[in-house]
């Protein structure tokens, strides 16, 4: 306990940024809109050369390879970041709501941990998921560059 009066003050010493990680050959630049990210990840787009992602990547080849949302079966922060960081960016497109645990629709995968959900997108052309920076440069997988109101796709 510190002397009377003091005032305590909590330094973060480590911090995390979450990114889309993507298994897309050929693809090595990604763009994607918060609306978009959220139409993947509720099954609402197939193949990588959907309408949306095209129009969020204009003169890029994207291939009509199926699209692989890969997302956590394990209570995770990460999923609970995701969820209201769409809540709030798309909140048009995204209805799953905010959590460590989601109603996921049927159709994705789902792999527990961020080690078991980076793995299962660079075994799977065509998958994509979140996991904090540091599993995407482990596995050596692209990440998508995310829009917010500063950037345009």
């Known amino acids: 306990m510190g002397p009377a009066g ?9 911090g995390g940024a979450l990114v889309f990680l993507y298994n897309l050959p050929g693809v ?9 990210v959220a139409a993947i990840f509720q099954q609402r787009v197939e193949r990588w050369d959907d309408p949306r992602i095209a ?3 204009p003169g890029v080849d994207l291939p009509p390879t199926t699209v692989w949302p890969v997302h ?19 909140a048009g497109e995204w209805t799953l709501g905010a959590g460590k645990t989601l109603a ?44 917010n109101p500063s950037v345009s796709t």
């Open 28 to 36: 090595n630049q990604l763009r994607l809109a918060p609306a978009t």
């Open 55 to 57: 129009a969020d990547n």
């Open 104 to 147: 996921w629709p049927p159709g994705g995968l789902a792999a527990e941990r961020s080690d078991g959900v980076t793995a299962a997108v660079d075994a799977e052309p065509g998958g994509i998921t979140y996991a904090e920076l540091s599993f995407a440069a482990r596995q050596g997988l692209p990440t998508a560059a995310l829009a």
């Open 6 to 14: 003091a005032t305590a003050v909590h330094i973060p010493l480590v």
């Open 72 to 90: 956590r079966s394990d209570s995770s922060g990460s999923t609970s970041i995701l969820g209201e960081y769409l809540s709030a960016a798309a």
